[in-house]
């Protein structure tokens, strides 16, 4: 009888400050686990989580990444380097963490809300352009409102807060529009390229501000059809840019002289309002199962049956991509009774793979003394394999139980005794 097949683990990025999976995401959650889909919550730059683990990673609440976005595009690139799908895709999670995707929109016949870019040292000039009018002034990569001013041009209390705002940073202008106070912001869901739902968030009297932390109020709201086709019209010129696939995607706006103006399109961690939409959340579950049975399995624990402990370039990322086609997940480890010196390799294949003409090799003398550190890795016998090829003749693999007492391969000089 043939085992059921392993459940997907599917990782819920989120960030330190939320690191559980949320209200508004857990009747998600509880529908992924009746499809047989493990969601497990992880914060996105913990150094500690095996992301390999995971046969792809769910952006939620990772709500601090404009605050370290170039640790987070290297957060996405180490994703792409271990083969694990985001979802949202990462090449559309990095257009769509730069703001100046709108002016992109902008180009492609989408109305959206005038927006001049500002580098610091050019606020000032760009301002006087837009003399006593009221303004809103963002970081060009930010979220939840952070360093964000709202005020009018020639206002001296005005003038000093964006004297205050942080000088290495760029800015996006843009003209207050009214109609964001009098008749509120829409954000319109869409799952899988379908609209789902809509709700129309409004700020606390005296605000501008729509997020429920200034005290923003939100309630559900059906959209016209002029409304509708204008939030389509933006993702049909998201695709024309490249960008046509998305699982899911929070297209922000605000009807203003008839029209309806895009904000902002939230592509990497909008609150999804699923919270009253059980229905909805279970639509998105549905579509998230649907893009994980078309990919491959990850589940490489299953033949994961042998252990190789590595004390040189099998330690290295750039040597376990050309070697193994992925990067291997260790722990420390230890090997007693051996010492480590360095040899000159002449293989041209090896030298080129590893970047060293010369390796460690390490020698056994029985000495309790001696002692060699180094990381050991689970893998299959397949990639044990390809582990032989890759060391030169100077080289044999020989089996040794390592400090944590773990029975491992290891490879030592061909004179070891």
């Known amino acids: 009888m043939s085992n059921p097949p392993a459940a997907r683990r599917l990782a819920f990025a989120t960030c330190a400050e939320l690191p559980s999976i949320q209200r508004d995401d857990a009747h998600l959650a509880v529908s992924l686990e009746r499809l047989g889909i493990q969601p497990i919550s992880c914060i996105w730059n913990d150094p500690t989580v095996d992301w390999s683990r995971f046969d792809a990673v ?3 609440t990772i709500w601090d990444y404009f605050k370290q976005h170039t640790a987070f595009l290297a957060w996405l690139d180490r994703l792409d380097q271990l083969g694990v799908p985001t979802i949202n895709d990462s090449r559309l999670l990095r257009w769509n963490s730069d703001k100046r995707y709108l002016l992109e929109l902008a180009e492609h016949g989408v109305a959206i809300i005038p927006t001049r870019l500002a580098g610091a040292q050019q606020l000032h000039d760009v301002l006087a352009t837009m003399p006593a009018q009221q303004v809103v002034i963002k970081p060009r990569i ?3 409102a952070w ?3 709202r005020g009018t041009v020639g206002d001296p209390a005005f003038a000093q807060a964006v004297a205050r705002l942080p000088r290495e940073l760029d800015y996006l202008v843009q003209p207050f529009v009214p109609e964001v106070v009098s008749d509120g912001e829409w954000s319109l869901l869409y799952f899988g390229g379908k609209f789902s739902h809509a709700v129309i968030k409004r700020p606390a009297p005296g605000d501008y501000r729509v997020q429920s932390e200034y ?5 559900p709201i059906q959209p016209g059809a002029a409304t509708l086709a204008a939030t389509e019209l933006a993702l049909a010129a998201v695709a024309g840019i490249g960008h046509a696939d998305h699982g899911y995607v929070r297209v922000d706006g605000v009807i203003s002289g008839g029209r309806f103006l895009i904000m902002e399109l939230e592509l990497i961690e909008p609150f999804l309002h699923l919270a009253e939409r059980p229905e909805a959340a279970e639509r998105f579950a549905r579509l998230l199962a649907a893009q994980l049975d078309q990919l491959p399995s990850r589940d490489t624990d299953a033949d994961a049956t042998e252990y190789l402990f590595s004390y040189g370039t099998l330690q290295d990322a750039s040597v376990q991509l050309a070697t193994f086609g992925r990067l291997l997940a260790g722990q420390p480890d230890r090997l007693h009774g051996y010492r480590r010196e360095m040899i000159r390799i002449d293989d041209p294949q090896v030298v080129a793979t590893s970047g060293a003409g010369h390796h460690p090799i390490v020698h056994y003398t029985g000495s309790a003394e001696d002692a060699v550190d180094g990381s050991v ?8 394999a390809h582990a032989d090829a890759y060391e030169v003749d100077d080289y044999r693999r020989v089996a040794v139980t390592l400090a944590s007492g773990i029975e491992a391969w290891v490879f030592v000089g061909t004179a070891a005794g």
Not at 215 to 219: A, D, F, P, V, Y
């Open 58 to 60: 769910l952006i939620r």
């Open 142 to 144: 930010s979220g939840g």
């Open 147 to 149: 360093h964000t001013l």
């Open 215 to 219: 005290g923003g109020s939100i309630e």
């Open 377 to 384: 890795f689970r893998i299959n016998p397949r990639e044990l």
